[in-house]
Antibody, heavy 124, light 112 residues
Framework: EVQLVESGGGLVQSGRSLRLSCKVS????????MTWFRQAPGKGLEWVGF??????????EYAASVKGRFTISRDDSNSIAYLQMNSLKTEDTAVYYC???????????????WGQGTLVTVSS | DIVMTQSPLFLPVTPGEPASISCRSS???????????LDWYLQKPGQSPQVLIY???IRASGVPDRFSGSGSGTEFTLKISRVEAEDVGVYYC?????????FGHGTKVEIK
């Protein structure tokens, strides 16, 4: 059974940092990209960024709203993806999801597996 | 960025009746490989999103056959042939052709 379990969310002050983890089981983690999404309270879904698989060099891309502040990385040996969030702003308050899609170096489809989400609240 | 526009934003439905949601993209979602990078997701209350349709028209595993996706280029449609009570939630179209991936604003489906 495929499982994605996020952790690391919580309450943090504006300007501080937080690191989210996405622990994967049930499939070969290294063979797939990992994408992070978020959903602000009462709002729609937003793509945050992704990291490709080793086949595509483990490259990363980010939404403009987080570029330069957020960093996605992966530890293939432990099947964990990370989302390092620095210089947090109140508008980063959201539930953050990791999800496995079928991705090449720049396009993706079928996000079949999702984590349960972890809430990040940034206070002023 | 590719802009995704969904309509309607709110859709009251009657169980047993059909329903349809439209999604338009600001540019064609067809890749040079021939595939169209348009997915449909349903987010039920309190749950993570779940994929219904991918690459425009392919039903994901386990998705009931009352759901179907169609369209090409920049115009897409999700149809539910006969709505059931369990279909309530917010439906999103999403393009994966280019980064950043972008979603429509969502269509909230509720039972009348």
């Amino acid at each position: 059974e495929v499982q994605l379990v996020e952790s690391g969310g919580g309450l943090v002050q504006s300007g501080r940092s937080l690191r989210l983890s996405c622990k994967v089981s049930g499939y070969s983690f290294s063979d797939f990209a990992m994408t992070w999404f978020r959903q602000a309270p009462g709002k729609g879904l937003e793509w945050v960024g992704f990291i490709t698989s080793g086949r595509y060099g483990g490259t990363t891309e980010y939404a403009a709203s987080v570029k330069g502040r957020f960093t996605i990385s992966r530890d293939d040996s432990n099947s964990i993806a990370y989302l390092q969030m620095n210089s947090l702003k109140t508008e980063d308050t959201a539930v953050y999801y990791c999800s496995r899609g079928h991705c090449s170096e720049s396009n993706c489809y079928m996000f079949l597996y999702w984590g349960q989400g972890t809430l990040v609240t940034v206070s002023s | 960025d590719i802009v995704m526009t969904q309509s309607p934003l709110f859709l009251p439905v009657t169980p047993g009746e059909p329903a349809s949601i439209s999604c338009r993209s600001s540019q064609s979602l067809q890749h040079s490989n021939g595939y169209t990078y348009l997915d449909w997701y349903l987010q039920k209350p309190g749950q993570s999103p779940q994929v219904l349709i991918y690459l425009g028209s392919i039903r994901a595993s386990g998705v009931p056959d009352r759901f179907s996706g169609s369209g090409s280029g920049t115009e897409f449609t999700l149809k539910i042939s006969r709505v059931e009570a369990e279909d309530v939630g917010v439906y999103y179209c999403m393009q994966g052709l280019q980064t950043p991936g972008t979603f429509g604003h969502g269509t909230k489906v509720e039972i009348k």
